[in-house]
């Protein structure tokens, strides 16, 4: 095999050379002794002697956020190379804050695809020099690669120094060896392989081989029951383990070894513990403090009156051990001043669906593909398969008018084969109630398209408001912004009394008939006779909306992420909305935040994703009594949040949070129910299909590593299943309340301030679960403080 590396930039020339070894630096002038070899994007770089060890490096530098500073090389690969990379490098920084202060990777594939926007991020602020590291996994030959060290839209400064692109080496990381979790002789063992391989994992007593465990991939993990092949159970003792890998590219062998010491006995057969309702619980987590107990530590939340508020109760089965028949029972929560009754704690089995790829997210480095956590599946009672982590979601609704105090009570999880797990549970409740209609709009789409695939057409009023009412229960508002039929009348008066606070009227699209959804349509279909159709079918609709005072929550959505050729069209249609109904209008077409442009265009509420919105230009928006709200779809990912099925789960809590923060008026989703991947055509029995579904949420195609987008619901046999992802936008909207009601006795300045130990912009917050309770409870107690 013969590579041909040729790197771009002024004054360096190409080279050929056999194949490059794995590690080998494939970068000119890492350390910038030869600038020339770098390109210099947007204002570029300068070249400094300031560098880690006292020679040169790069500085980027800027006073404000829209620029690009930074430096690049062309990688092109002939024959085209099939390999994982390694990204390296090194970065200071004093005050550096945006969007893009990292190492940034774009990949061109054989067959014409790409890989986009692969990145390490640095931290912003102020620090000394900082390494970043990260692997891009490819599944095609690769034929280019633009390496990018970027600081754009971003202010400060930051300094560059030995940076890295290689083929990744092949080796063993993370790994974790957890002896005697149960309580006797076992091994619970996890690594991770640098690069896909197969594997054999075994644990010998002295030279011989008392268990292997055999795969494919690069998570290794393996768990022992403490028994030698005829089942007879061994003694603890000194073990050691022997890891055995052959990659898939180059056949190339690894042998790793380590020695463990375990105690004796069969053990309880499971471990349990408590985890925050931030943090996914995966299907081969163990705990770092876990004990075999049977009685847990006391699980504590705390809510509002109005609110509820999750916690987790995890359990991993010992090897070759099962809990059958697991049901779970609950009591009432008992407080010097009252109850909060058993019928308002309510649980959940934590399903599974199957993520092929994972996208490289630099916060959870150590997770691995296969079965993920996401649905909450309504059961009756459930088994954990061996060495198998099960989670059971429990929520606590405190009702309107709860009084203050702390409440305390249990819940048990009892297996029909083995000792019952009992779980002390404390809510605090504090002295105030959560509205019942939000502060913050919201247009999450609901879509009958997706419902009618499912459940059948025409929908039954029944099956689409227990729909509306589930998504309501989580502060959301059952919209749909691609609706292109007006919502039932006796619908909106429903949700009106349960919270509504926005709908949209309808999309101006040509109508969707028998199609799933209908997102824009070409210009051409702007006719004079479109035109008056909607006129036809609006001036009825919104006298009645009047007639029954829900005109004031109704806008109009339409022109869906189009351009600059739309914007005549769009004056023209948001004109009539404006001029014949006085009813706002929403899009996130590209549309400048720019209160001239969006008075002459008719925007009424511009609409633009999250990286892309600037604070400073939607506050002068606002000031002209205009609306900027924000959405994310596939993207942005890292470091801006998202609450994508393999984000970190933290992030859909947050972005309440950063909403507040940057004082945006709404927040869009393009869908809840996009029920259009595989496997998307069955209706979920929770209790004859178990936790791992068949059911997709990964997109595929283009996007193999996308999953969850548009999937926040799951489509149930008895109506809708939730989502770990949708209960935390639930908890975070609830988190905005908060933040509402303390702006309104100390100011809406205050308030912001508040949000910062959580969120600083929309790239910069925490994704510590306790820095999240922390500052709600701080929140919470200035709350009571300034109660009359």
């Known amino acids: 095999m013969r590579a041909l590396l040729v790197v771009l930039g002024v004054g360096f020339c190409g080279a050929a050379w056999a194949a490059p070894e794995r590690g080998e630096n494939l970068l000119a002038s890492p350390g910038f002794e030869t600038p020339g070899a770098w390109h210099k994007p947007g204002k570029g770089f300068a070249v400094v002697d300031e560098g880690r060890d006292g020679g040169k490096c790069i500085l980027c530098e800027s006073d404000v956020d829209n620029e690009t500073s930074g430096a690049m090389q062309r990688l092109t690969f002939d024959p085209p190379i099939r390999h994982p990379f390694t990204v390296s490098g090194w970065s200071k920084a004093e005050g550096a804050a945006g969007a893009d202060y990292c190492l940034y990777l774009d990949v061109w594939y054989e067959d014409g695809t790409n890989l986009w926007g692969m990145r390490g991020d640095f931290d912003g602020g102020t620090h000394d020099w900082q390494r970043v590291e990260y692997t891009v996994d490819v599944d095609k030959p690769v034929t280019k690669i633009e390496f990018f060290i970027l600081f754009r839209r971003a202010t400060g400064k930051a300094w560059f120094d030995d940076v890295r692109l290689s083929l990744t080496p092949f080796e063993l990381r993370r790994e974790r060896i957890v002896a005697s979790l149960y309580g006797g002789n076992s091994i619970d063992y996890a690594a991770a392989l640098s690069l896909p391989a197969q594997w054999k994992a075994s644990i010998l007593a002295g030279q011989g081989v008392v268990y292997v465990a055999e795969g494919e991939g690069a998570a290794v993990a393996m768990s022992w029951d403490g028994t030698d092949p005829a089942g007879a159970r061994l003694a603890g003792g000194e073990y050691a383990i022997r890891v055995e890998a052959t990659d898939r590219l180059r056949n190339e062998a690894l042998v790793h070894r380590a020695r463990v010491r375990t105690a004796s006995g069969e053990g309880l057969g499971y471990v349990a513990w408590t985890a925050s309702s931030m943090q996914r619980v995966l299907i081969d987590s163990i705990p770092p403090d876990a004990e075999p107990r049977a009685s847990l530590r006391e699980a504590a939340i705390a809510l509002a009156g109005n609110e509820y508020e999750s916690f987790q109760v995890a359990v991993r089965t010992a090897p070759g051990k099962t809990l059958d028949g697991c049901t779970v029972e609950v009591a009432a929560l008992e407080g010097e001043r009252g109850s909060i009754p058993a019928e308002n704690v309510a649980w959940h089995q934590v399903g599974f669906v199957w993520l092929d790829a994972l996208w490289p997210h630099p916060k959870r480095s150590h997770a691995a593909p296969g079965w993920w956590p996401d649905p909450l599946l309504p059961v009756r009672r459930f088994d954990v398969p061996p060495a198998t982590t099960q989670s059971v979601w429990f929520t606590v609704y405190a009702p309107p008018g709860t009084p203050t105090g702390e409440y305390r009570g249990k ?365 709600r409870d701080r929140i919470a107690r200035r709350i009571e403080n300034a109660a009359p």
Not at 440 to 453: I, P, S, V
Not at 506 to 524: F, H, I, K, Q, Y
């Open 411 to 775: 819940v048990v999880i009892r297996p029909r084969n083995a000792p019952p797990i009992r779980v002390p549970v404390r809510a605090t409740v504090y002295g105030f109630d959560l509205p019942v209609r939000s502060n913050l709009k919201t247009a999450f789409a609901l879509m009958d398209g997706f419902l009618e695939k499912l459940y059948g057409k025409p929908l039954t009023p029944e099956l689409r408001q227990a729909y509306g009412d589930f998504v309501l229960e989580h502060r959301l508002n059952p919209d749909d912004i691609s609706r292109t039929d007006p919502p039932a009348l006796e619908d909106l008066e429903r949700y009106d009394g349960k919270g509504l606070n926005a709908f949209n009227v309808l999309n101006m699209v040509r109508p969707r008939g028998d199609a799933a959804w209908v997102c824009w349509s070409p210009l051409e279909v702007y006719r004079p006779e479109f035109k008056q159709s909607l006129i036809d079918r609006l001036d009825p609709y919104v006298a009645e909306l009047e007639k029954r005072g829900l005109k004031d929550r109704a806008y109009v959505y339409t022109f869906d992420e189009r351009g600059p050729e739309f914007f005549p069209v769009m004056t023209e249609y948001f004109g009539l909305i404006k001029q014949r109904y006085g009813i706002p209008t929403l899009t996130t077409a590209k549309v400048p935040q720019d209160a001239e442009v969006m008075r002459k265009l008719n925007v009424d509420w511009n609409c633009p994703v999250s990286s892309a919105y600037r604070f400073d230009e939607a506050e002068q928006c606002r000031e002209a009594g205009l609306q900027v709200w924000t959405y994310v779809c596939l993207g942005p990912r890292y470091p801006f949040a998202n609450f994508l099925a393999d984000d970190p789960l933290i992030e859909a809590r947050v972005i309440a949070w950063q909403a507040y923060h940057q004082k945006v008026d709404g927040f869009l989703y393009w869908g809840l129910n996009i029920w259009s991947r595989k496997n998307n055509d069955y209706l979920i029995d929770p209790e004859a299909d178990g936790p791992r579904l068949r059911w997709s949420i990964t997109t595929g195609g283009r996007w193999p590593a996308l999953h969850g987008d548009g999937e926040l619901l799951y489509a149930g046999k008895n109506g809708p299943i939730g989502s770990i992802r949708l209960a935390n936008l639930r908890d975070g909207l609830e988190d905005y309340e908060y933040l509402h009601r303390l702006a309104e006795s100390t100011g809406v300045d205050t308030a912001r301030h508040a949000c910062e130990p959580v969120t600083t912009s929309l790239t910069t917050f925490t994704r510590e679960p306790e820095v999240v309770q922390a500052q």
